[in-house]
């Protein structure tokens, strides 16, 4: 079964620092792109980043370029996302979401975790 | 940025009615749009890609149409289960973009 599990959210203040995690099984994680897309409590759905299956090529929205790092660990099949110089307005839940290669969209998503930015 | 417009914000129908959701982008993205949907507490589920392909394991009544600018959700038949929030996605430009989301309620 194709699973993601993301861990890593917590309540940090503003201008701080938080490392998220999403640990995927179940299919073989090297092949896929992977994404990290973001939902403010009570809004919509939010692009943040993205990065290719081999790490080489990575893609940010505008309002988190120079603060926040995607990255991923293939031997481990996990997929970071570092987040510096943290903002209220970064408060949301954070999903972790696969690039399907055959839809060549989201086909798989995590559960979320709920980063909160407050002092 | 391509801006993804959803229409309407709020869409109250009863179980048996037709859906009927839209989606306009502020510049051509081809036939590469999909559409999600998420309930209360729940991650989105792809529903639709590349405009009018099924995602796998979705129920027939469920239709997409359109390229270009101009997008359209159909729910043929409106089950219980499927009052949510719809959201389209496109992925012909960077960065990836959302709409803003149609809430389907019961009315």
């Known amino acids: 079964e194709v699973q993601l599990l993301e861990s890593g959210g917590g309540l940090v203040q503003p201008g701080g620092s938080l490392r998220l995690s999403c640990a995927a099984s179940?299919?073989?994680?090297?092949?896929?792109?992977m994404s990290w897309v973001r939902q403010a409590p009570g809004k919509g759905l939010e692009w943040v980043s993205a990065i290719d299956g081999s790490g080489g090529s990575t893609y940010y929205t505008d309002s988190v370029k120079g603060r926040f790092t995607i990255s991923r660990a293939n031997s481990r099949n996990t997929l970071y996302l570092q987040m510096n110089s943290l903002r209220a307005d970064d408060t949301a839940v954070y999903y972790c979401?696969?690039?399907?290669?055959?839809?060549?969209?989201?086909?798989?998503w995590g559960q979320g975790t709920l980063v909160t930015v407050s002092s | 940025e391509t801006v993804l417009t959803q229409s309407p914000a709020t869409l109250s129908l009863s179980p048996g009615e037709r859906a009927t959701l839209s989606c306009r982008a502020s510049?051509?993205?081809?036939?590469?749009l999909a559409w999600y949907q998420q309930k209360p507490g729940q991650a989105p589920r792809l529903l639709i890609y590349?405009?009018?392909n099924r995602a796998t394991g979705i129920p027939a009544r469920f239709s997409g149409s359109g390229s270009g600018t101009d997008f359209t959700l159909t729910i043929s038949s409106l089950e219980p289960e499927d009052f949510a929030v719809y959201y389209c996605?496109?992925?012909?430009?960077?960065?990836?973009?959302f709409g803003q989301g149609t809430k389907l309620e019961i009315k």
């Open positions: 510049q051509s993205v081809s036939s590469y």
């Open positions: 590349d405009a009018s």
């Open positions: 979401a696969r690039w399907g290669s055959s839809t060549l969209f989201y086909d798989c």
């Open positions: 179940g299919f073989t994680f090297s092949t896929y792109a």
């Open positions: 996605q496109q992925r012909s430009h960077w960065p990836r973009t």
